[in-house]
Structure formats: C-alpha cells, structure tokens
C-alpha cells in the first residue's frame, strides 16, 4: 500500500509498517482504559485555556514593536560566523519538522507491533497534532501574506499583504510552520505523559517545551522568522497537542482518528497487512 503524506499539495513523507496476518480494519480502533474512561467528563476547552489563548495573543503583539530588533541581533556577524550555532540550528529545524512526524508515525507503527496502547496512542496523537497545527499554520500564513526576514533585509516586520502567502513562499512568515510542529509535538508528549507518569511531568514538560524553543530560535538565526511569527506558531502547537490528546481520549474512535487510520489497512503481498498513514499536512 502506498502512504503518503502531504502538506500543503507538496508530497512530502511516508512510512509504512507491516504486521502479522489476521489484522481487520478495527485494529486501529483504540481499546478505551480506565484513564479514557475518567476523561469523559472532562470539558474540551476550559478558563485555563482561554487564559493561555490571551497571554500567547499578548505575547505575539507585544513581540511586534521588538521584531526588528531581535532580527538584526541575531543576524550580527559575529553571531553569523559561530559554526556551532550554525550546525544546532540546522539540526533542531530538521528534528522539529519533518523529524516530529517521522517520530510519530514510528512510534505508532511499533505501538501496533507490540501492543502497547499508550506508545501507539503517542504515534498517532503526535502525528494527528502536528497535522493539525500544520495545517492551521498553512492558512493563516496564506492569508496573512508577511514577508520573512531575509526578504525585507530585517527592516519591515510590519509587511503583511493578505492572500499573498498562498502563492509565494517568501512571504510565509507569519506564524511558523517548524515551531507549531515542534510545540505540538512537545504538548503531545507532556499531555501524554501526564497520563502515564503524572508524578514525572514536572521533568518532561521542561526537557520538551525547551527544545521545541530551541527550534524557534534557529529559526530566527536562519532569518527566515520574526520573533513574532515563533510565539504565535507555539501558540498554534501548544493547542494542538492538547486538544488533539483531550479529545481522543474523551472520545474513543472518534471521527479524527477514522479520518487519519480508518482506510489505511490493505493486503499486502507475503499475505499478511500493512498499515499505513495518509496525513494532509
């Protein structure tokens, strides 16, 4: 079977995963647990989330006046011609995107294999997160139509030009497409691992939302970001992966994961089956 994965009409990566004889195309379907089943009652959106929505709206327009600045520090010669600085922010774009997608859909795959629930609902709410937040960025970086830093020499941060961002790659700055992948990915594991380890979370959220940062600021190193354009796609991440986690468990088998899995089971040639993920990212 072929998987593919898309993201914004450009084809972009796949993976497949085999597995035994036998498999039907429930086998996707999550078993709730004990903890699913607790969730229930939860409220999808709550105070703590509006609260969260108005301090990274906040942020994002507080950054605005401080954009320009930001840029040209981070463009000095000096900080340029680190070789260091160079290397880290190459590596930490590539494992934010496509890096958090190649993890999810592994870690599905291997939770499949071995049976072990909490690791395949990680694969697949990362990879389910990380699309959604893809996705968002993509239309609001098409409407918003602003110019990346090294397009305007760093001087204009305020050049938004609505719908211009959909036929022009330069001109998708605003909010970043890495950095929303890199927080969904990072809310995903910290909202996950509350479930499994709730006394270690206090360890985990700090190690993610870190390195998920560390993407934002190789992004504004590489001068293809404002400060601004970080804060909103951490905002757009962040919600993702909460609410992608929240909502799959409250709702077992729920339409989000039929969309993502559901036709993704096919025959395959040894005469067992093969999983495979479609994602419109």
């Known amino acids: 079977m072929r998987a593919r994965l898309r993201r914004a009409g450009i084809a972009g990566i796949a993976l497949q995963a085999a597995v035994s004889p036998g498999i039907s195309n429930r086998v996707l379907a999550q078993t709730p647990t004990p903890r699913d089943s607790a969730d229930v009652g939860k409220t999808l959106f709550t105070y703590r989330d509006a609260l969260l929505a108005v301090g990274f709206a906040s942020v994002t327009v507080a950054m605005f006046p401080v954009d320009k600045s930001v840029a040209r520090r981070l463009q000095n010669p000096n900080v340029q011609a680190n070789r260091f600085f160079e290397n880290a922010s190459n590596d930490v774009r590539i494992l934010a995107d496509p890096g958090g997608v190649i993890i999810g859909l592994s870690t599905y795959g291997v939770g499949r294999l071995a049976k072990w629930k909490n690791v395949a609902d990680f694969g697949l709410h990362t990879t389910e997160a990380i699309s959604v937040a893809g996705l968002t960025t993509v239309i609001l970086r098409g409407v918003a139509g602003r110019s990346r830093p090294f397009v305007v020499g760093d001087t204009s941060p305020q050049d938004f030009r609505f719908g211009r961002g959909f036929h022009d790659h330069d001109f998708q700055s605003f909010p970043s497409g890495h950095v929303a992948s890199a927080f969904a990915f990072a809310s995903t594991v910290t909202s996950e691992s ?6 270690h979370a206090w360890i985990v959220a700090p190690v993610m939302y870190g390195a998920a940062t560390l993407a934002g600021v190789s992004r504004m190193y590489n001068d293809r970001h404002w400060a601004s354009d970080i ?7 962040t919600f993702s992966g909460i609410k992608v986690v929240r909502y799959s468990h409250r709702h077992p088998q729920n339409f989000i994961d039929r ?13 067992g089956a093969e999983v495979g993920f479609s994602v419109s990212y």
């Open 231 to 237: 804060i909103s796609g951490a905002a757009i991440g």
């Open 259 to 271: 969309f993502f899995l559901g036709s993704m089971v096919a025959a395959a040639p040894h005469g």
């Open 194 to 199: 509350q479930r499994w380890w709730p006394h």
